[in-house]
């Protein structure tokens, strides 16, 4: 194919949106690049200045496909070396020789490489937090978990009676199971006056004898195991203590590293979520109750009381529920608006009454909370 004399070069453009590409009429004038299309008054012109090759231009090129920053995806194609010729002399940067002294600057492509690299996950909505604690094994967000479990249970007795954790065991395999994962939750019963449950790195929860002993039914039980659930299986847990340690010491504990380890000390304050994630935790554990045909009301009346509870005593200092689960009334509002769908018990009553006494023999709580 030869140059037109007028200096009009036919091509190919794509705007990078639709996969079909269009005829154009490409001539280098004193803007820019100017891409004409037959039949349209308008055309495009992108400035030299500003243009981008797909592959380094030479004086023995015998296409060229360019790119425009301000238009990314956009692409036109020109099939004439009469073209690419004329265009190095003036658009310089396209030559091989500039892409030369650019990989003399290795440090400038690596920046400009994570500068992409970031700039892709935010538009993909992923936090590199977030990116960073999908990438940690198994034994890392095992290790780390056990470690803020230590850190925030502190000399608290674990409760383990037999029958009580026979019943729960039984509960978390069937919540387990709707996750479709493989995976099995570690859950742990502290003995503890404090309302509260907690998800943990590694697929752990921590539940409190108060959650327990104030739920009125093991469905609501249940429902704040699912809640805590979906936490995990989002990997709330795992993305906020990143976001915590920083993305250094996460890299150090992605490769295996220990060092970061020792040093993390983490409470469970670190472990608060946004009102996003919290939705997201609803969704899914409103999605496992639903699979293991457990009633979503106990997680709806659950929170509806907690919600009454929050409004009442106002801001706590506390490490609590409260704090970690704001917006109680939304929560209950929007599980309640789900359809319903065929249930059976959570658990049978003799387990029910058994995981109650996990802790040991049920008493009123001293200065517990009235739900
Ligand atoms: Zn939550």
């Given at each position: 194919m030869h140059s037109d004399?007028?200096?009009?070069?036919?091509?190919r453009y794509s705007d990078g949106q639709t996969a079909q590409s269009v005829p154009a009429d490409v001539r280098l004038t004193e803007r820019g690049v100017e891409i004409g299309f037959p039949g349209a008054p308008q055309a495009?012109?992108?400035?030299?200045?500003?243009?981008?090759a797909a592959t380094p231009l030479t004086s023995k090129s015998a296409d060229a496909l360019l790119t425009y920053s301000f238009m990314p995806g956009a692409t036109v194609f020109v099939g004439d070396a009469h073209f690419v010729r004329a265009l190095t002399k003036v658009a310089p940067q396209l030559t091989s020789s500039a892409y030369g002294w650019r990989s003399a600057r290795p440090w400038i492509?690596?920046?400009?490489?994570?500068?992409l690299l970031f700039a892709g996950l935010w538009l993909a909505e992923l936090s590199p937090a977030r990116w960073v604690a999908g990438m940690l094994p198994d034994k890392a967000r095992a290790a780390v978990g056990e470690q803020v479990v230590n850190s925030m249970v502190g000399d608290r007795k674990e409760c383990t009676a037999p029958e009580g954790r026979a019943a729960l065991d039984r509960l978390v395999d069937r919540l387990s199971q709707a996750s479709g994962t493989g995976t099995r939750f570690k859950v742990r019963v502290v003995d503890w006056g404090l309302l509260n449950a907690f998800a943990v790195p590694g697929?752990?929860?921590?539940l409190t004898r108060a959650i327990i002993t104030q739920a009125k039914s093991p469905e609501e039980v249940a429902g704040v195991l699912a809640h805590e659930m979906g936490h995990g299986l989002e990997?709330?847990?795992e993305t906020s203590i990143v976001r915590v340690i920083g993305l250094t010491a996460a890299l150090e504990l992605m490769t295996g590293g220990g060092g970061a380890l020792a040093n993390i000390g983490l409470g469970l304050t670190q472990l608060t979520y946004t009102r996003v994630a919290e939705r997201q935790a609803d969704a899914r554990g409103l999605a496992l109750l639903e699979k293991s045909q457990i009633a979503a009301s106990g997680l709806v009346d659950f929170f509806r009381r907690l919600g009454e509870l929050e409004s009442k005593r106002g801001s706590s200092t506390e490490w609590n529920i409260f704090r970690t689960h704001p917006e109680s009334g939304e929560r209950a509002k929007s599980a309640a608006a789900r359809p319903t769908y065929p249930t059976r018990p959570a658990l049978e009553a003799q387990d029910w009454q058994a995981l109650r006494a996990i802790c040991g023999a049920v008493k009123p709580e001293p200065s517990g909370d009235k739900l």
């Open positions: 004399p007028t200096g009009v070069f036919p091509g495009l012109v992108w400035p030299y200045g500003a243009l981008g492509i690596a920046a400009a490489c994570l500068a697929e752990q929860i921590v990997l709330h847990p």
